[in-house]
């Protein structure tokens, strides 16, 4: 059974920056597609960014490209999300996901198998 364990969530000012990591157990994430999500009140959670098990392929929301960078470090075996730029609407509740998908990379929840626990992250305006 696979654990994710997100980190580096806060409270930040609109503008600045956050990195957000995953860190997993019980599988090599090396053989995974994993993703980001995010879940703010009252709203579905939503894809923010993927990344294929090799790192070739990279989809993100279009909210967040441009701002966003997904990567993996699978000597680690951990997942990262580096956030710039801020906004107060990026606030919402982040969460890693594993997926067993063999086509690519979804960008919807239900092609993710394995989910974190969550990190809040905040962005004050």
């Known amino acids: 059974q696979v654990q994710l364990v997100e980190s580096g969530g806060g409270l930040v000012q609109a503008g600045g920056s956050l990195t957000l990591s995953c860190a997993a157990s019980?599988?090599?994430?090396?053989?995974?597609?994993m993703g980001w999500f995010r879940q703010a009140p009252g709203k579905e959670r939503e894809f923010v960014a993927g990344i294929s098990r090799r790192g070739g392929s990279m989809p993100y929301a279009n909210s967040v490209k441009g701002r966003f960078t997904i990567s993996r470090d699978n000597t680690k075996n951990t997942l990262y999300l580096q956030m710039n730029t801020l906004k107060p609407e990026d606030t919402a509740v982040y969460y890693c996901a594993l997926s067993t998908n063999p086509w690519g990379v979804p960008t919807i929840a239900t092609g993710y198998n394995d989910w974190g626990q969550g990190t809040q992250v905040t962005v004050s305006s």
């Open positions: 019980g599988r090599t994430l090396s053989s995974y597609v």
